[in-house]
């Protein structure tokens, strides 16, 4: 593993690495650099110490944290006709969660236009403008491509196929954003919280259509890009309807 300041906010905020030493072992960096790193961190807010490390005897290691409130986050799960929003803390704590109206059928430039409108009225109701906004997570009800950050070949959503929806909210926002098929970041969210100890899972989601996030041998596995997408999987029919990916035999047209 690289040792980048990233990599060890992310073994922070994994649990992974909750000391300095902790840090060097899984990241190969010498415990020096780490040092220096995880000092610069502090100084920038993202990471804290509090006095709490389980002891081995002599000096209590002090135990890192991500800094709760050095920023929050907002993710976002766009549906086929709804939107959820949460802001959170850099700890995962839930600070507010807001349903609101959204119809993915009128396209991509008015959709993203008013997820920017209903995220800063939410960061308003949530009382964190004093916070900054660090980045943003968009789950979105058909296939991605997360490197490019963009909608590829979806079947129900017209004018969406490669969309750059990630760089156009970053225009629009200032921030960093990430997007992902909303199936695999149930899977993600599954494995993560729920089933952290199996290797394989399948998380189903049953909407408007039919998606599927599958964890293999503990990671995501994204297959071409469709791999779960249950809905369009041939069935024997016995009047067929043409579905909206040009086949005639879909589960879910
Ligand atoms: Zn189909």
């Known amino acids: 593993m690289a040792g980048s300041a990233g990599d060890l906010v992310r073994l922070v905020a994994k649990g992974h690495g909750r ?15 780490v040092s220096l790193r995880v000092e610069e961190l ?5 990471l804290r110490e509090d006095g709490e490390g389980a002891s081995r005897g002599g000096r209590r290691p002090r135990q890192l944290r991500l800094h709760e409130n050095a920023g929050v986050v907002v993710a976002v799960d766009v549906g086929t006709h709804h939107v959820r929003m ?18 993915i059928a009128e396209g991509p430039e008015r959709v993203s236009e008013r997820l920017v409108e209903h995220l800063r009225m939410t960061l308003r109701q949530a009382s964190v403008e004093q916070l900054p906004l660090l980045g943003v997570g968009i789950g979105m ?19 969406w196929n490669e969309y750059p929806i990630g760089r156009r909210m ?20 599954e494995h993560r919280y729920g089933w952290p100890d199996r290797d394989n ?36 029919v016995p009047e067929p309807v043409t579905c909206s990916c040009g086949h005639s035999d879909c589960l879910v047209e």
């Open 170 to 189: 970053s225009e629009l926002l200032g921030v960093r954003v990430v997007v992902e098929n909303d199936a695999n970041l149930m899977a993600v969210g």
């Open 42 to 46: 502090i100084d920038a807010g993202l």
């Open 141 to 159: 009800p058909g296939p991605v491509d997360p490197g490019a950050a963009k909608v590829v070949a979806p079947s129900r959503m017209p004018g």
């Open 86 to 103: 949460a802001v959170l803390d850099l700890g995962g704590r839930v600070l507010l969660e807001r349903e609101l109206p959204g119809d």
């Open 201 to 236: 899972l399948m998380a189903v989601k049953a909407g408007t259509g039919i998606g599927c996030g599958i964890i293999a041998s503990g990671k995501l596995h994204r297959g071409r890009g469709a791999a779960g997408d249950i809905s369009h999987v041939p069935v024997h």
């Open 19 to 33: 000391s300095r030493a902790e840090l060097a072992r899984m990241s190969g960096m010498a415990p020096s650099s």
